[in-house]
């Protein structure tokens, strides 16, 4: 079944940019959507269709998605940015949605 | 504002089953299907399967079919998902979440339910 392979923690200072990546084979010809979860939290969708945003989320999140690996980008971190964040694609060979492992992202 | 409220925490006994609700508020109850999925400690995201709420169609992920039912109440917008012979590996965090279609992004997610199995 399709993997994606995710770093278990990036850190960053605040004020700086962070990159968390997303692998997978060929992942560049599907569609990676990205979630924020916080300690005790729901997870929150921040990123859909590679590169969008939803409504409410700010523009320091942003996504790209090429070859074999999708990455979200936030710039301008601070504090309230500490949290997992874990990427998904829709596995269209086995229909099945797949997840990344989640990446511990420390500010 | 678009709510999904699940059920409390449950701990049960291995063999035994567990059925977990999402009441579903704040938006149109038949426009967005509903995922489930679960977390086990420490571990990344695991889907359980998709119940469409305009006749109550599911499609299960293959390890869990034959365990798992998923099914809706329209009068009361809740969705159901019953797991059954359950063992210690089990035990996670299962969340509801919503989306448009079965194939696209998941929008809003429930606060989540622990289920514990223990003997």
């Known amino acids: 079944s399709y993997v994606l392979t995710q770093p278990p923690s990036v850190s960053v200072a605040p004020g700086k940019t962070a990159r968390i990546p997303c692998g997978g084979s060929?992942?560049?010809?599907?569609?990676v959507h990205w979630y924020q979860q916080k300690p005790g939290q729901a997870p929150v969708l921040v990123i859909y269709y590679d590169s969008d945003r939803p409504s409410g989320i700010p523009e320091r999140f942003s996504g790209s998605n090429s070859g074999n690996t999708a990455t979200l980008t936030i710039s301008r971190v601070d504090a309230g940015d500490e949290a997992d964040y874990f990427c998904?694609?829709?596995?269209?060979?086995?229909?099945?949605?797949?997840f990344g492992g989640g990446t511990k992202l420390t500010v | 504002q678009v709510q999904i409220l699940q059920s409390g925490a449950e701990v049960k006994k291995p063999g035994a089953s567990v059925k977990v609700s999402c009441k579903a508020s704040g938006y149109t109850f038949t426009d967005y299907y509903m995922h489930w999925v679960r977390q086990a400690p420490g571990q990344g995201l695991e889907w359980l399967g998709i119940?469409?709420?305009?006749?109550?169609?599911?499609s299960y992920a293959q390890r869990f079919q034959g365990r798992v039912h998923m099914t809706r109440n329209t009068s009361t917008t809740t969705f159901y998902m019953e797991l059954s012979s359950l063992r210690s590996d089990d035990t996670a965090v299962y969340y509801c979440a919503k989306s448009p279609n079965s194939m696209v992004e998941w929008d809003y997610w429930g606060q989540g339910t622990l289920v514990t199995v223990s003997s």
């Open positions: 119940i469409n709420p305009n006749g109550g169609g599911t």
């Open positions: 060929n992942v560049g010809g599907m569609s």
């Open positions: 998904q694609v829709w596995d269209n060979s086995n229909d099945h949605w797949v």
